[in-house]
């Protein structure tokens, strides 16, 4: 028995893609130079790759381009001018823009604000002994423990803190023993840190050796 088969050729089917943009403006109403901007597939598909991240240009404007159709979370801000990145919870407490991409409507155009700036927490972490420890920040909304970001720090260290909003704050490095600023290691018990926006705090800290811990 001889078989015989007819193989059809199909026209390659491109997907549809689409495009984010807009701009940044701070709390004034003044385009941010150099900002950074961060969109995040809204759904729980998997992602092809990190985080799409570009920088806003002279004009504080931004594009996005080659985005599959979707929803979007859409994230700004830029360190250097206290503007934390707000892709984290725990300056953003949960709150963001939004944005759809459709084959009815593949590019979507927004502004996006940052601001008011956080304050500042400032400062030097050594032992004691004029050796500097670089070391990593947990911070906590003391309203909601829960939304907490780690950070990790030079010994000169820099650390933007959400304005007028309680943080509760501990210090920890290999081989020595967590500093809890306050005082207590119990979170109900500990005095938060509150600064307003633009506020700098400068706090040095000195840790001490923890013998039970692995030294560095």
Avoid at 64 to 81: E, H, P, R
């Amino acid at each position: 028995m001889i078989l015989s088969f007819c193989v059809v050729n199909y026209p390659a089917v491109s997907q549809q893609l689409g495009t984010i943009a807009g701009t940044v403006l701070d709390e004034t109403g003044n385009e941010v130079v150099g900002a950074h901007v961060i969109v995040d597939p809204l759904d729980e598909r998997p992602k092809a790759s990190a985080l799409l991240v570009v920088e806003t240009d002279i004009e504080g404007k931004f594009s996005m381009a080659n985005l599959a159709l979707g929803s979007y979370k859409v994230f700004a801000g830029k360190d250097s001018a206290g503007y934390p990145d707000t892709s984290f919870a725990f300056y953003s407490n949960h709150i963001f823009p939004t944005v759809s991409i459709t084959v009815s409507s593949p590019s979507a155009n927004l502004v996006l604000k940052v601001g008011p700036p956080a304050g500042v927490l400032t400062g030097l972490v050594n032992d004691g002994k004029d050796n500097p420890i670089a070391a990593t920040f947990l911070l906590r909304r003391a309203s909601d423990p829960t939304n907490w970001i780690s950070l990790s720090q030079r010994p000169e260290y820099r650390v933007l803190i959400p304005p007028d909003v309680d943080v509760v704050i501990e210090i920890s490095a290999s081989g020595y023993k967590t500093f809890y600023y306050g005082g207590a290691s119990d979170l109900l018990k500990r005095s938060p840190l509150r600064l307003t926006s633009r506020e700098e705090t400068k706090l040095d800290i000195q840790l001490e050796r923890d013998e039970n811990r692995e030294k560095p």
